[in-house]
Protein backbone atom coordinates (compact mmCIF):
# COMPACT_ATOMS: atom_id res chain seq x y z
CA UNK A 1 0.00 0.00 0.00
CA UNK A 2 1.65 3.27 -1.24
CA UNK A 3 2.32 5.50 1.65
CA UNK A 4 2.82 9.33 1.73
CA UNK A 5 4.15 11.12 5.17
CA UNK A 6 4.88 14.25 5.75
CA UNK A 7 7.16 15.47 8.36
CA UNK A 8 8.52 18.96 9.42
CA UNK A 9 6.07 21.02 10.36
CA UNK A 10 5.28 23.11 13.30
CA UNK A 11 5.15 26.61 15.34
CA UNK A 12 7.34 29.28 13.39
CA UNK A 13 7.77 33.05 14.36
CA UNK A 14 7.02 35.74 10.90
CA UNK A 15 10.41 35.67 9.07
CA UNK A 16 11.76 31.93 10.19
CA UNK A 17 12.46 28.73 8.33
CA UNK A 18 11.05 25.35 8.02
CA UNK A 19 12.09 22.24 6.08
CA UNK A 20 8.83 19.79 5.47
CA UNK A 21 10.10 16.44 4.31
CA UNK A 22 7.83 13.77 2.38
CA UNK A 23 8.82 9.72 2.27
CA UNK A 24 7.12 7.86 -0.64
CA UNK A 25 6.97 4.11 0.20
CA UNK A 26 5.35 1.27 -1.67
CA UNK A 27 5.74 3.81 -4.85
CA UNK A 28 8.18 3.45 -7.78
CA UNK A 29 9.54 7.09 -7.14
CA UNK A 30 10.69 7.73 -9.80
CA UNK A 31 8.27 7.65 -12.07
CA UNK A 32 6.09 10.10 -9.82
CA UNK A 33 5.52 13.95 -10.09
CA UNK A 34 5.71 15.02 -6.27
CA UNK A 35 4.34 18.39 -5.56
CA UNK A 36 3.47 20.20 -2.06
CA UNK A 37 -0.11 21.52 -1.94
CA UNK A 38 -1.60 23.63 1.16
CA UNK A 39 -4.75 24.56 2.69
CA UNK A 40 -5.88 27.09 4.61
CA UNK A 41 -9.18 27.43 6.74
CA UNK A 42 -11.69 28.23 4.79
CA UNK A 43 -9.77 28.17 0.92
CA UNK A 44 -8.94 26.08 -1.36
CA UNK A 45 -5.96 23.46 -1.62
CA UNK A 46 -3.74 25.16 -3.63
CA UNK A 47 -0.30 24.22 -5.12
CA UNK A 48 3.01 25.29 -3.83
CA UNK A 49 5.22 23.35 -6.17
CA UNK A 50 6.04 20.50 -7.75
CA UNK A 51 8.64 18.77 -9.01
CA UNK A 52 9.70 15.91 -12.20
CA UNK A 53 11.54 12.96 -11.88
CA UNK A 54 14.27 14.70 -13.63
CA UNK A 55 14.45 17.56 -11.31
CA UNK A 56 12.25 20.60 -13.26
CA UNK A 57 10.56 22.17 -10.70
CA UNK A 58 7.53 24.70 -11.04
CA UNK A 59 6.07 27.02 -8.11
CA UNK A 60 3.33 29.42 -7.69
CA UNK A 61 4.56 33.05 -8.27
CA UNK A 62 3.61 34.30 -4.85
CA UNK A 63 6.39 31.47 -2.84
CA UNK A 64 8.52 32.03 -5.93
CA UNK A 65 12.35 33.06 -4.27
CA UNK A 66 11.03 31.76 -0.79
CA UNK A 67 10.19 28.43 -1.21
CA UNK A 68 12.75 25.88 -3.05
CA UNK A 69 11.28 22.31 -3.50
CA UNK A 70 13.87 19.36 -4.10
CA UNK A 71 13.69 15.48 -4.37
CA UNK A 72 15.86 12.98 -3.09
CA UNK A 73 14.64 9.99 -5.65
CA UNK A 74 17.72 7.05 -3.72
CA UNK A 75 15.70 8.11 -0.66
CA UNK A 76 11.88 8.07 -2.08
CA UNK A 77 11.83 11.55 -0.83
CA UNK A 78 10.42 15.13 -1.76
CA UNK A 79 11.35 18.08 0.29
CA UNK A 80 10.09 21.64 0.51
CA UNK A 81 12.36 24.57 2.20
CA UNK A 82 10.73 27.13 2.81
CA UNK A 83 12.44 30.73 3.87
CA UNK A 84 10.64 34.23 5.17
CA UNK A 85 7.90 32.69 6.31
CA UNK A 86 5.15 34.79 6.65
CA UNK A 87 1.30 35.19 8.72
CA UNK A 88 -0.26 33.71 5.51
CA UNK A 89 1.94 30.97 5.01
CA UNK A 90 -0.45 29.20 8.10
CA UNK A 91 -2.05 26.51 6.01
CA UNK A 92 -1.95 22.33 6.08
CA UNK A 93 0.68 21.52 3.86
CA UNK A 94 0.19 18.15 1.77
CA UNK A 95 2.53 16.18 -0.34
CA UNK A 96 1.35 14.73 -3.50
CA UNK A 97 2.31 11.79 -5.73
CA UNK A 98 0.99 11.49 -8.87
CA UNK A 99 2.27 9.41 -11.83
CA UNK A 100 4.28 10.86 -15.12
CA UNK A 101 1.59 9.34 -17.21
CA UNK A 102 -1.51 10.89 -15.42
CA UNK A 103 -4.22 10.50 -12.58
CA UNK A 104 -5.23 7.23 -14.02
CA UNK A 105 -1.70 5.84 -13.32
CA UNK A 106 -1.52 6.63 -9.53
CA UNK A 107 -2.31 9.57 -7.33
CA UNK A 108 -2.01 9.58 -4.10
CA UNK A 109 -1.86 11.96 -0.80
CA UNK A 110 -0.39 12.63 2.17
CA UNK A 111 -1.91 13.12 5.56
CA UNK A 112 -0.59 16.51 5.97
CA UNK A 113 1.53 18.69 8.42
CA UNK A 114 0.58 21.73 10.20
CA UNK A 115 2.42 25.07 9.06
CA UNK A 116 1.80 27.64 11.74
CA UNK A 117 3.30 31.31 11.24
CA UNK A 118 3.07 33.16 14.21
CA UNK A 119 3.78 37.49 14.03
Known amino acids: QVQLVESGGGLVQTGGSLRLSCSAS????????MGWYRQAPGKSRDLVAA???????DSADIMKGRFTISRDNTKNTVYLQMNSLKSEDTAVYSC?????????????WGQGTQVTVSS
Open 96 to 108: NARHVGGPVYGDY
Open 26 to 33: ELNFSFYV
Open 51 to 57: ITPGGYT
